[in-house]
């Protein structure tokens, strides 16, 4: 089946670490985005990626990273610099820039 | 940036009722899209417009794009429990950002059976 995939759905760390969220689809779509999402609210771009090798930070990137060394793949990197990390975090990808997104099942995580 | 704004921000309804909400823009747009949000998942595509005056429907569900192109609206009919869930209006501005979508902070719906 196509479709886009993040694991893990839940995830906990301790305050300080590093962690990274996976993202995987197998669409074809060149363009891929990371958006963050606190209760009750909408949809915060964090990064975005246009094409391989390629990204732009997005509305809130401060405290995250990202890299897209192949097609398929877009990990996000939750840093100890981001000051709030627990949140809902939703992957996206689209056949290209500002076409229609389709969304993974989002990550959960939860820093304590 | 780009800012939708999305209304009602949430609504409560009787199973069977009518539902409309709304999204405008102060810019133009040459897509809307209608997503809805089932708690704990992804966004879901409901609906994908791409002309003015455009008028699509999935089911219950009807969408419209403006004609002005700066706004959208969903009607969803007779509504019905599985209904619940956040509805995200999203769109493609034509100017300054359009490699990707402005969402709006979404309508949560509540049908009470």
């Known amino acids: 089946d196509g479709g886009i995939t993040q694991s893990p759905k839940y995830l906990f760390r301790k305050e300080g670490q590093n962690v990274t969220l996976s993202c995987e689809q197998n669409?074809?779509?060149?363009?891929m985005y990371w958006y963050r999402q606190d209760p009750g609210q909408g949809l915060r771009l964090i990064y975005y990626s246009q094409i391989v090798n390629d990204f732009q930070k997005g509305d809130i990137a401060e405290g995250y990273s990202v890299s897209r060394e192949k097609k398929e793949s877009f990990p996000l990197t939750v840093t100890s610099a981001q000051k709030n990390p627990t949140a809902f975090y939703l992957c996206a990808s689209s056949i290209g820039g500002g076409a229609e997104a389709f969304f993974g099942q989002g990550t959960r995580l939860t820093v304590v | 940036g780009q800012q939708l704004n999305q209304s009602p921000q949430s609504m409560f309804i009787q199973e069977g009722e009518d539902v409309s909400m709304n999204c405008t823009s102060s810019?133009?747009?040459?897509?809307w899209l209608w997503y809805k949000q089932d708690p704990g998942e992804g966004p879901v595509l409901l609906i994908a417009?791409?002309?003015?005056?455009e008028l699509t429907s999935n089911g219950r569900l009807t969408a419209q794009f403006g004609i002005t192109r700066k706004d959208s609206f969903l009607n969803i009919s007779a509504s019905i429990p599985s209904d619940v869930g956040i509805y995200f209006c999203?769109?493609?501005?034509?100017?300054?950002?359009?490699?990707?979508?402005?969402f709006g902070k979404g309508t949560k719906l509540t049908v009470n059976p």
């Open positions: 669409l074809n779509h060149d363009a």
């Open positions: 810019s133009i747009f040459n897509t």
């Open positions: 417009l791409y002309k003015a005056g």
């Open positions: 999203a769109g493609r501005p034509s100017q300054g950002g359009s490699e990707k979508l402005v």
